[in-house]
């Protein structure tokens, strides 16, 4: 069988190989490759997809994360609320502006704990970022009744979270802006970088696509300092093939994220829960052990290749030692980075790997 590795992107690309290659052709043949029809095409089909109004391609979800903030006149001075454990670009899309974020902890679903939110808001906070972490859709009911009381913007990090909803409405609709990433590991994976926002507002997008492509609208003539952060016609060609498979990708991920739920049965470590009203699209699927490092060993000894998301949070990271945010402050977020365990998921897994998996961890 060989060993078992966290993530195998070749499978995702294997089980449509022959429409992937024929859009990769169609576009090199087409000669046009940036801002064509395929980014055009994509734009419409992914907002369709999601229930939004627009859709703006962008470089990376990075990209997308800090012009959200740009756009929407965040920066020094202004205090962001995010999650103390998420990826740090979430951060990053933050401070880049010029804004501060301001940690709070999770709750047992992995997504920022809203009932401690309140506490965190001062006379500076101008929005809340939400991150809906591994694939799970956060507790946006809470969220959006903050966020309309104080007046605050809200922004979703859907990086890990394409097509999960929270009671029947998908990530990215909830706020003034959804940002997601095309990062080829992400559940709506491209072959390269590539990133979107999607919001409902007619400025927000024209401010968005006109701060992608150097400031302007019309050629030459450039209306703000303005950045190159333009989705390729290739790649969104290419997320336009998966995208049609989007939901059968992840039925499979369910059925193998349903034997893990149901099969794994070891006191040494504890399975990621389903918030009720919430969908889970498994970007992830985390486990917590207090005997992590053993686990990891003992699994590595057999072959079977995991991840930890993330080591290290954001406020404990050399980059934002300037936030000045000790070590002790977030103990929840401190303790999940201490316990978190990705173990192996991949569309295309086979039924002898997953098998595999189930038993060895079930030895542990
Ligand atoms: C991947 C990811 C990002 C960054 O996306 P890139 O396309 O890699 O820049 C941001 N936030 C979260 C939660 C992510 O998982």
Same mark, same amino acid.
């Given at each position: ?22 859009? =990769?052709?169609?576009?090199? /043949? ?13 734009? !419409? ?9 627009? @859709? *703006? ?16 006149? $965040? ?14 670009? %979430? *951060? ?41 972490? &591994?694939? +799970?859709? %956060? ?6 009744? $903050? @966020? ?9 990090? @859907? ?10 409405? +998908? ?11 095309? &990062? ?27 701060? /992608? ?8 003539? #450039? !209306? ?15 997320? /336009? ?8 990708? =992840? +039925?499979?991920?369910?059925?193998? @994220? ?27 699927? *985390?486990?917590?052990?207090? &005997? ?31 936030? #000045?945010? !000790? ?28 098998? &595999? ?8």
């Amino acid at each position: 069988m060989g060993k078992i590795m966290p993530n195998r992107l070749d499978r995702g690309f294997y089980k449509y190989q022959a429409e992937f290659e024929a859009k =990769a052709l169609e576009v090199l /043949r087409s000669g046009w490759y940036i801002l064509g029809h395929e980014v055009e095409s994509f734009e !419409k089909e992914f907002a369709d997809y999601l229930g939004a109004k627009h @859709c *703006v391609g962008l470089a990376s979800g990075l990209d997308a994360l800090w012009i959200a903030f740009r756009v929407l006149g $965040i920066g020094r001075g202004d205090e962001v609320i995010v999650q103390g454990n998420t990826y740090i670009a %979430s *951060v990053m899309g933050i401070t880049m502006n010029g804004a501060t974020p301001i940690f709070v902890e999770p709750d047992e679903y992995f997504n920022i704990d809203a009932a401690k939110i309140e506490s965190k808001i001062t006379d500076k906070t101008k929005a809340i970022l939400v991150v809906h972490l &591994y694939g +799970q859709a %956060s507790n946006m009911s809470p969220i959006l009744e $903050i @966020c309309k009381k104080y007046n605050l913007r809200l922004v979703e990090d @859907c990086a890990q979270s394409h097509g999960a909803k929270y009671n029947g409405q +998908q990530t990215g609709t909830f706020g003034d802006i959804g940002c997601f990433s095309f &990062y080829p590991s992400k559940n709506l994976g491209a072959f390269g970088d590539a990133g979107a926002i999607i919001t409902n507002s007619d400025k927000i997008a024209i401010d968005t696509k006109i701060f /992608r492509n150097y400031g302007s609208e019309k050629r030459y003539y #450039n !209306k703000v300092v303005g950045a190159n952060s333009r989705l390729d016609e290739i790649q969104a060609g290419l997320l /336009r093939v998966r995208l049609k498979h989007l939901d059968e990708l =992840a +039925q499979e991920k369910e059925k193998i @994220c349903g034997r893990y739920l149901s099969e794994l049965n070891n006191k040494k470590f504890v399975l990621p829960k389903v918030r009720d009203g919430a969908t889970h699209i498994w970007h992830q699927f *985390v486990i917590r052990s207090k &005997y992590r490092d053993e686990l990891i060993k003992f699994l590595d000894d057999h072959d079977i290749g995991t991840i930890i998301h993330y080591p290290i949070p954001p406020h404990l990271s050399e980059a934002y030692k300037y936030l #000045n945010v !000790k070590e002790g402050t977030l103990p929840i977020t401190e303790e999940y980075a201490k316990t978190v365990l990705s173990i192996p998921l991949y569309n295309g897994m086979t039924k002898e790997e997953q098998d &595999y998996i189930i038993r060895v961890m079930n030895e542990f």
